[in-house]
């Protein structure tokens, strides 16, 4: 392929792939993003190859190896096509019979489909799983369509028609009014106005001006941007030479955490097509304008994230913040006028310029517009990706896409917001999800993690979590955020060690304000809301903590115990094989015990327990002290 | 060293880029490499030490032949990714962040790889291991140890 040089190339090259494409063929479409690939799905390509190698049928049946579908707990699947069949949780032995029945005699393997966990009722065709029928997918819709190593499959997808658009027929002022029509607000966290951000990049007169995506998704607990570039790298790429046309920005940067190395690969592979093509580097599709990009892996530092830490690490310093103003707007990297935003900020730019503004202004609420993307974990059926529209329930999020909360257990609280935002109680299940009602809850939306939490987490446990994570990865610049943080987990600690004193949570409140009242940057501003949202929706826990000396949620390893009801024992040497630290002792058909002293409180005795016979448990304070005390006492009079 | 900095500018920015090279060829930064560094970016050594020190992903002291990496993101915590650290150092009878006495792990902990849906999840040596529980840990390691 040469470089396109004109609007017009670009159409004409685009049908003649389309003619190639032959779009009614059989093929497979392999989910291989980091969690298929984790799960198996290189191999499942493998036994494929083999297979269709072994019966001639390469060139009847296509092999396609895309990103992530989001339904991450399903992996590794493949949905074949043109019937749209979806096939879940596979293993290699299972591809011989997929190609006899299903691509040969067009039958479905209902044992292989997904089932209900409600009805067990079987449901073949992918659309109208339940997981994906309540979704909106408009920035992850050509994750399945598409091999992200692969431009021209970005091009069938009208992929660059965007810029060749905005290239042709719109000035950089009025790309810039399209994307403020629109009401896009940045993805990463702030929630800030991004037509607004570009335009005052945009007005500033220092030269040269750069762009940044910011790619350092650093919350734990969210990986939507991960998915994006390792799945549809081009789409983020023509959104940021969009932004730097409107901009009038020469050079971009994508900075990119190392713990992605997938993302890196494609994205890599992505940029040097693009300057092949013609996308990218000197006379853009002929035009006059030049843009270049490129790639800058992090380190490790979670405070990378944070833009003005961003920029220094980008200049090869250490990733410091520094104060606001002046904005990264009026003075960034190196000084220069630079527009900083997020993965999924950039990718619904050419979605934006494509289908217009008042189009996309009709996706969402009031003040929220568009799609967002949820990485929707912990304690849930469904766990995986899901794209909804703005002002979604958390209801539908949680029961209807989904699916419910794990092994029949209570809902307790979802966490949004990674480290800075906070946990959202089970009774506010009707709150719509956008940017404002978030941040009413006191928490806020972030780049869009959500940890559901059943009755077994410890909400004591989850603040301490946060701010563990915080206090390692403050970056000691300011006082309150390096000292204050160290001190509120030392008391989370204490408390959930049973050590807790009356007193502590008004000190925990008090540092609190201070920290969030005397940091410079987002992350020591907001490091203490996930100690305050828990507070304040869940006070009585704390107080157990700490009066009682006992863990509701039987979470807190130091407030708990476990043991063998000796009525319920059969002896079957199922928990004392399987003890990693030989702390069960017990011969077969005789009652097993726990040694106290040795265990180290793993949980796997009470994993191994037939559900059938149940005789280990775990016990919080008073029956705790009750049977540490049983032991003692035989131990002191055998 | 002279063969990796010809592939760098003297341009400050090129000083991350550097190390993460560095590390891949050597597994570590030897402390030796840091003055070459130092003259081609025209920067003081010490800048450099302060540069390396901060971020998480540099070690100045060789590391083991197998890396295993614990994932500590919330997903994985609330699914018990701390109890599949604590059996790993048992196990393996280090502290994370630590190498074996005999050079064969080094243990680690890391905040989140972003495969929320599958965790617990451990990475030894690039490769993910998904829904890991702490039966499973013997096992996992025992592939490693011979090796």
């Known amino acids: 392929m040469k470089r396109i040089t004109h609007p017009e190339q670009l159409i004409t090259w685009k049908n003649r792939l389309l003619e190639r494409h032959a779009p009614g063929k059989k093929t497979v479409v392999i989910s291989s993003g980091t969690c298929g690939q984790a799960s198996g799905s290189l191999q499942i390509i493998e036994a494929f190859k083999k297979e ?145 951000k570009w335009e005052l990049c945009r007005k500033e007169d220092g030269e040269p001006k750069y762009i940044i995506c910011n790619a350092d998704e650093g919350d734990p607990g969210a990986y939507m941007d991960r998915s994006l570039l390792e799945g549809n790298p081009h789409s983020v790429l023509e959104g940021m030479i969009i932004g730097a046309y409107a901009i009038g920005a020469a050079e971009g940067y994508i900075y990119v955490r190392m713990e992605y190395p997938l993302a890196v690969k494609h994205v890599t592979r992505a940029l040097a097509e693009a300057r092949t093509y013609g996308f990218l580097g000197k006379a853009i599709l002929g035009s006059e304008f030049e843009f270049d990009i490129h790639i800058v892996q992090g380190a490790g530092a979670f405070v990378s994230g944070e833009e003005t830490s961003l920029m220094a690490s980008i200049e090869g310093r250490r990733a410091f913040p520094r104060q606001r103003p002046p904005f990264p707007a009026q003075s960034g990297l190196w000084g220069k006028p630079t527009n900083i935003n997020n993965v999924e900020t950039w990718a619904n730019v050419p979605l934006i310029i494509n289908k217009g503004a008042d189009w996309y202004a009709g996706i969402g609420t009031k003040k929220s517009k568009g799609t967002k993307i949820f990485s929707l974990v912990g304690k849930i059926n469904n766990t995986g990706l899901v794209e909804v529209p703005m002002g979604i329930t958390l209801r539908e999020i949680i029961y209807d896409i989904g699916g419910g909360i794990k092994d029949g257990k209570k809902f307790k609280a979802v966490q949004t917001g990674g480290p800075s935002g906070g946990c959202i109680p089970a009774d506010q299940i009707d709150l719509p999800i956008d940017y404002d009602s978030l941040t009413k809850a006191g928490s806020i939306m972030g780049s869009g993690g959500m940890i559901v939490m059943d009755e077994d987490t410890c909400m004591v446990d989850i603040a301490r979590y946060f701010l563990e994570f915080t206090q390692e990865e403050s970056c000691g610049k300011c006082v309150p955020c390096r000292v204050g943080t160290r001190q509120m987990v030392d008391i989370l600690t204490r408390i959930c060690r049973g050590e807790g004193k009356e007193d502590d949570i008004g000190k925990l409140e008090e540092l609190a304000r201070t920290v969030k009242a005397a940091s410079l940057c987002g992350l020591g501003q907001t490091a203490p809301n996930p100690v305050l949202t828990t507070i304040r929706y869940f006070r009585d826990e704390y107080e157990v903590h700490i009066k009682e000396k006992s863990c509701p949620a039987l979470a807190c390893k130091d407030l708990i115990v476990y043991d063998i009801d000796p009525k319920k024992c059969v002896g079957c040497l199922l928990c004392k094989k399987s003890c990693p630290a030989e702390a069960i002792s017990g011969e077969r058909k005789k009652v097993h015990i726990i040694d106290q002293e040795k265990c180290t409180k793993c949980g796997t005795c009470l994993d191994v327990c037939p559900p059938k016979i149940r005789a280990v448990s775990k016990y919080t304070g008073k029956k705790m002290d009750k049977i540490l005390k049983k032991r003692q006492a035989k131990r002191d009079n055998p | 060293m002279k063969k990796i900095l010809k592939d760098f500018s003297r341009n400050q920015k090129e000083v991350v880029p550097i190390l993460h090279r560095v590390q891949t060829e050597y597994g570590y930064i030897p402390p030796e490499s840091l003055p070459e560094i130092a003259e081609h970016l025209k920067i003081s050594e010490s800048e450099i030490y302060g540069i390396l020190t901060f971020y998480k992903a540099f070690s100045l002291v060789p590391r083991g032949k197998n890396i295993v990496t614990v994932c500590m993101g919330t997903a994985c915590h609330v699914r018990g990714g701390p109890q599949i650290l604590d059996e790993m150092e048992r196990d393996l009878e280090i502290k994370s962040g630590r190498t074996t006495a005999d050079g064969n792990f080094t243990l680690e902990s890391v905040n989140c790889l972003g495969c929320c849906a599958i965790g617990p999840v451990v990475v030894v040596n690039g490769k993910y291991y998904s829904h890991i529980s702490v039966q499973k840990v013997g096992k996992l390691l025992k592939e490693y140890k011979s090796t």
Not at chain 1, 152 to 175: P, R, S
Request: hydrophobic fraction near 35%; proline fraction near 4%.
């Open chain 1, 52 to 196: 269709l190698e072994k019966r001639n049928l390469k060139d009847e049946i296509n092999l396609k190896m895309t990103g992530c579908h989001g339904f991450c707990e399903m992996e590794p699947n493949v949905l074949i096509l043109p019937n749209g069949v979806f096939y879940k949780n596979l293993k290699t032995e299972d591809v011989p019979q997929i190609i006899e029945e299903t691509l040969l005699n067009g039958k479905v393997i209902s044992s292989l489909c997904y089932a209900s966990p409600k009805s067990d009722e079987i449901i073949s065709d992918c659309e109208a799983i339940p997981f994906y029928q309540k979704q909106k997918r408009l920035l992850t819709a050509d994750n399945v369509r598409l091999d992200p190593t692969s431009i021209d499959d970005y091009i069938i997808c009208n992929g660059y028609q965007a810029l060749a658009k905005v290239f042709f027929n719109m000035t950089g002022e009025e790309v810039v009014e399209e994307i403020k029509k629109s009401g896009l607000r940045g993805r990463g966290g702030g929630g800030f106005l991004t037509g607004l």
